[in-house]
């Protein structure tokens, strides 16, 4: 059974950092493309970005470049969101995903003073 | 950026009823194109993915169609299970996109 787990969400001030972690488990995690998505209160989805099976390549949000990281271990099955200069519209639920397939429960970050 | 266009934004239906959302992107997408469904409180749901291959474990009450620019999800008769929000999202071009939702309510 495929299983991913979101972890790292907090309140944290404008300004601030914080990283998400995402285990994942029963399926190949090497091989496969990653990504992170948001959905703020009371509003629709929003792609954050996504990381190749490999680490080579990511992809970002217009929204997030220069402020997010994505990365991952293929050694530990983790994916990560490493988020700096948080601002309060980056209050979301994140949720980490194998996009057309698997998606985990999220966790939710506040940005907030 | 590919703009993704969800149609309508809210639809009331019965159960037995068949429903169909329309989703259409700003430019061609090929068949690079899923649906999600999201019930309130809880993580969104894989139902389709290349436009009209069922997730597995999706029963086939849904289907999903189109290539291009304009695609539709049908569900074919609505069961109480199926009041939700659904998402289509287009994964042909970064940055990838989502529509806007539409949500799904019981009349």
């Known amino acids: 059974e495929v299983q991913l787990l979101e972890s790292g969400g907090d309140l944290v001030q404008p300004g601030g950092s914080l990283r998400l972690s995402c285990a994942a488990s029963?399926?190949?995690?090497?091989?496969?493309?990653m990504s992170w998505v948001r959905q703020a209160p009371r509003k629709g989805l929003e792609w954050v970005s996504t990381?190749?099976?490999?680490?080579?390549?990511?992809y970002y949000a217009d929204s997030v470049k220069g402020r997010f990281t994505i990365s991952r271990d293929n050694s530990k099955n983790t994916l990560y969101l490493q988020m700096n200069s948080l601002r309060a519209e980056d209050t979301a639920v994140y949720y980490c995903?194998?996009?057309?397939?698997?998606w985990g429960q999220g966790t939710l970050v506040t940005v907030s003073s | 950026d590919i703009q993704m266009t969800q149609s309508p934004s809210s639809l009331s239906a019965s159960v037995g009823d068949r429903v169909t959302i329309t989703c259409r992107a700003s430019?061609?997408?090929?068949?690079?194109l899923a649906w999600f469904q999201q019930k309130p409180g809880k993580a969104p749901k894989s139902l389709i993915y290349?436009?009209?291959s069922l997730h597995s474990g999706v029963p086939s009450n849904f289907s999903g169609s189109g290539s291009g620019t304009d695609f539709t999800l049908t569900l074919i008769s609505l069961q109480p299970e199926d009041f939700a929000t659904y998402y289509c999202?287009?994964?042909?071009?970064?940055?990838?996109?989502f529509g806007q939702g539409t949500k799904l309510e019981i009349k």
């Open positions: 290349g436009a009209s």
């Open positions: 990381i190749s099976g490999s680490g080579g390549s990511s």
């Open positions: 029963g399926f190949t995690f090497s091989t496969s493309a």
């Open positions: 999202q287009q994964y042909n071009n970064y940055p990838f996109t």
């Open positions: 430019q061609g997408i090929s068949n690079n």
């Open positions: 995903a194998q996009l057309t397939s698997h």
